[in-house]
């Protein structure tokens, strides 16, 4: 019987680094990309959250379940009528609702808290915008905050003059922000003119996009899986070789 020649034992060692290299270059292909995206998305629509008149819930398109919170007392605040700006890109609920502010003066500065926890810290080159409206007696500002220790202490960044006219508000959070676990974004309102119970300013369609870095483990785990697959493929060429020979 033809017997076919095969490939000595000493050969298969000089392939080995060939075979680890193609495997890591398929795992780099293949790996998980970091994505920007829509991570969190508040439009106000929904079922209220209790006390407050509106949903505070982050909605889709946004792919991050969170909570806004405020210590802004519930009776100074109402809801109204959407403001057609910053609409979130496939929002599948219509531009109804935005959170009116009242008595700005006696609530100032105003505080307004996005939880962002991970286990990992996943979030990174984030950018904070929201439309607002006014009568011109509300807020004349707006400064964004960030922690890392999950809201013990603040680090302050960029501020935004307010017109009080409608306005798309853009704030860049700092790069001290990226890829922490514990982060919560604060948007501070300050400058309040008034004491009256009117409308004052109002506030829609709260977006925090930014980069959403793969988990680690992921990207581990399969290079781990590559390395085992071809170390094992190795061993079984060794084994067939001998048979042949023998």
């Known amino acids: ?23 890591l270059l398929l795992l780099a292909c293949f ?6 995206d829509l991570i969190a998305y508040f439009n106000f629509e929904g079922t209220p959250t209790p006390p407050y008149p509106v949903d505070l819930t982050s909605s889709s398109p946004g792919v991050f379940n969170t909570t806004l919170t405020t210590t802004y007392p519930a009776g100074d605040t109402s809801s109204t009528s959407g403001i057609p700006l910053n609409v979130a890109p496939g929002d599948p609920d219509q ?9 700005t003066e006696a609530n100032s500065p105003a505080d307004f808290d996005i939880p962002l926890f991970t286990a990992q810290g996943f ?21 964004l905050f960030y922690s890392t220790n999950g809201g013990g202490t603040f680090t302050a960044g960029p501020s935004v003059a307010l017109t009080q006219r ?14 922490a676990p514990s982060l919560v974004l604060r948007l501070q309102f300050t400058g309040g003119q008034s004491n009256g119970n009117d409308l004052q300013t109002w506030i829609d369609n709260i977006q ?20 085992g697959l071809c170390w094992h493929q190795r061993r079984r060429l060794i084994r067939s070789v001998r048979f042949r020979r023998h």
């Not at 979030?123 to 400064?143: K, S």
């Not at 306005?167 to 990226?178: D, H, K, S």
């Open 166 to 179: 409608q306005q798309l508000v853009t704030l860049a959070v700092p790069v001290g922000a990226n890829n």
């Open 31 to 36: 790996a998980p990309r970091a994505n920007a």
């Open 208 to 227: 925090i996009n930014g980069t959403i870095v793969p988990e680690p483990a992921t990207v581990a785990g399969g290079l781990l899986g590559v390395l």
């Open 95 to 103: 531009n109804l609702t935005a959170f009116g502010l009242m008595r």
């Open 123 to 143: 979030f990174q080159n984030m950018t904070v915008t929201f439309a607002t409206d006014g009568r011109g007696n509300g807020f004349t500002g707006v400064q």
């Open 1 to 23: 019987m033809r017997r076919f020649k095969g490939f000595p034992p000493r050969g298969l060692r000089f392939r080995l680094p060939l075979i680890l290299t193609g495997a």
